[in-house]
């Protein structure tokens, strides 16, 4: 079965541009959730979505939203982008809602570097 | 809310010695317990979870950890260290009706030849 795919990998944008992230979950998954990972800040979650639904939020600024399609795919958008933002993000796949007792299934992230 | 802290931010052990990562938890309620590795470039990889069955829990590439509600801990061992344990190791909690997992500060762990 394959696993959690993000993409692009590797993202480079400029200061005020906005960005969008995909993330694409194992098949039969329909909980994903995302996180930022950054040297000073660690791992802190963004978002979780369940069959389309927003279910949890982290906080971030409202600049950082999400979706999550009919298939469970699932996207991020960060609007009006900060020096800040640059962090490696990851989108995580899980059976049932959120972690709760099950696995969450990380992808290997997308670097997003903003000059 | 939940939170995990883990103790030393670096570790290093010789090949063969025992690997020792300490994670204490702070969790209002019965909590969920994770180990996760990350490999430079790569997203997370779960080695182990507590979820309130057995208090010694096994998982993948001989890594155990053992749940201690007393002392509000969930530490990591490996008996003999392999060079290809070298990465970063992350504790993380979560409980029910909770959708996310919060994670710890991370221990990096090199091993030596």
């Known amino acids: 079965k394959a696993g959690v795919t993000q993409t692009p990998r590797y993202l480079i944008k400029t200061r005020g541009q906005q960005v969008t992230l995909s993330c694409s979950p194992i098949s039969g998954h329909r909980s994903v959730s995302w996180y930022q990972q950054t040297p000073g800040q660690g791992l802190q979650f963004l978002f979780e979505?369940?069959?389309?639904?927003?279910?949890n939020k982290g906080n971030f600024p409202g600049r950082f939203s999400g979706r999550q399609f009919s298939n469970s795919r699932s996207e991020m958008n960060v609007s009006t982008l900060e020096l800040g933002d640059s962090a490696l993000y990851l989108c995580a796949s899980s059976l049932e809602q959120g972690a709760r007792g099950y696995e969450q299934y990380f992808g290997p992230g997308t670097r997003l570097t903003v000059t | 809310a939940q939170s995990v802290t883990q103790l030393g931010s670096h570790v290093s052990v010789s090949e063969g010695a025992l690997v020792l990562l300490r994670c204490n938890y702070s969790?209002?309620?019965?909590?969920?317990l994770f180990w996760y590795v990350q490999y430079p470039n790569q997203g997370l990889q779960l080695l182990l979870k507590?979820?309130?069955?057995?208090?010694l829990v096994k998982g993948i590439n001989g890594f155990e950890a053992e749940f201690k509600k007393s002392e509000t801990s969930f530490h990591l061992t490996k008996p003999s260290a392999h060079m290809s344990d070298a990465a970063e190791y992350f504790c993380?909690?979560?409980?029910?009706?909770?959708?996310?997992?919060?994670f710890g500060a991370g221990t990096t762990v090199t091993v030596r030849a």
């Open positions: 993380a909690v979560s409980s029910p009706n909770d959708y996310k997992l919060s």
């Open positions: 507590y979820t309130s069955a057995a208090t």
């Open positions: 979505y369940f069959s389309e639904t927003q279910r």
């Open positions: 969790s209002s309620v019965p909590p969920y």
